[in-house]
């Protein structure tokens, strides 16, 4: 198995052997599509980029062990690309509705291969916690836990005696909403409309416990505890009538993101985001492909993978019309130093 200092190389290697070395770049591994898996190879490639996660999981050998193998041919193997039929068939028995070869939706995917991920560490957690009773040993929180979930805060005002209510919601991934008849657009613009003020009417008004009836109530959403990961997905798929429609709205990003203007209390240095993962979603809403563009921390270079597919690519050409899903992380570890 992996060595405990086999994570070593990502500070050993100083960038520019990275540089010089020909091509096969640790974590820079494209994966062969296993007939319209583009959406999994995507997903893949962004938890592959996710530093954190890598690290810990390299040094696990009892839980979700396919994934494990993966990380492991694509961060320590020497090939420029592998194949992830294992982690698919793997996927598709805990997880029976990707048995096909259809096309699926990769925002979906990320949330339950996430929850499946968090479902299998909390039984090896509970594994050590027994032992770590008996030793008298600590260990770490759930992995998926401490990187991906944040937490939303909702201060409900009843309009009538103005009442307020607070309720919390945790989250994985923020789902934001993209303006309808804009061709262009920001991110801050997605993350505006998603906790703008909003005003519960007709009926959907809420039950007020002062007035004992349901009431128009304003709802101010933020953000309670910020994520060490964000993950931003651009809700483009939608219905109009009774039409389901793709919004091709080009929403512009950047590489810093500034979450503060949406955070509860001011968190020092927690407002402040880097860009190192982008799922594209290309084509329509049922015949489409997903690419994805990984930033690789120990060589600090953007990779494009389109499935078994892998190029370098230049920071200022992230930017596309295509963007879905947005990783973005306050951890060093993925950002350049
Ligand atoms: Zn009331």
Not at 110 to 133: I, P, Q, R
Not at 164 to 169: G, I, P, S, V, Y
Not at 300 to 309: K, V
Request: charged share 15%.
């Amino acid at each position: 198995h992996v060595c405990a200092s086999c994570m070593g190389f990502l500070q050993v290697l100083p960038p520019t052997v990275q540089k010089h070395k020909r091509w096969r770049r640790p974590g820079v591994c494209g994966l062969e599509n296993s007939g319209n898996s583009c959406y999994l190879n995507v997903v893949l490639q962004c938890l592959c980029a996710t530093v954190p996660l890598v690290e810990q999981l390299l040094h696990w050998d009892t839980l979700s062990e396919v994934f494990v193998h993966l990380l492991e041919i694509m961060w320590l193997g020497g090939g420029s690309s592998c194949s992830p039929l294992e982690v698919r068939s793997a996927l598709c028995s805990v997880l029976p509705q990707f048995n096909n070869d259809s096309q699926q939706d990769a925002q979906e995917l990320l949330l339950l291969l996430l929850n499946t991920l968090h479902d299998d560490f909390n039984k090896v957690l509970l594994h050590m916690f027994e032992l770590s009773a008996v030793r008298g040993c600590s260990f770490n929180s759930n992995i998926v836990t401490r990187l991906f979930e944040g937490q939303l805060s909702y201060m409900c005002i009843c309009m009538h005696c103005h009442h307020q209510a607070h309720n919390t919601q945790t989250f994985t991934v923020l789902s934001l909403p993209v303006p309808k008849d804009s061709i262009k657009c920001s991110i801050q613009d997605c993350l505006s409309l998603f906790f703008k003020q909003t005003v519960l009417t007709g009926g959907e008004q809420a039950m007020c416990s002062v007035c004992g009836l349901k009431r128009e109530t304003a709802v101010i959403t933020c953000v309670d505890r910020a994520p060490e990961v964000l993950v931003l997905h651009l809700k483009r798929f939608g219905s109009k009538g009774k039409n389901q429609v793709k919004l091709r709205t080009n929403v512009l990003f950047f590489t810093e993101l500034d979450l503060s203007q949406f955070l509860s209390g001011l968190v020092p240095n927690e407002s402040s985001y880097h860009l190192y993962a982008v799922v594209n979603h290309s084509g329509h809403l049922t015949m489409g492909h997903y690419t994805a563009v990984c930033y690789n921390s120990p060589a600090q270079t953007w990779h494009y993978f389109d499935d078994a597919a892998v190029s370098e690519v230049q920071e200022d050409r992230l930017q596309s019309p295509n963007a879905y899903l947005l990783f973005y992380s306050h951890n060093r570890s993925i950002q350049r130093h």
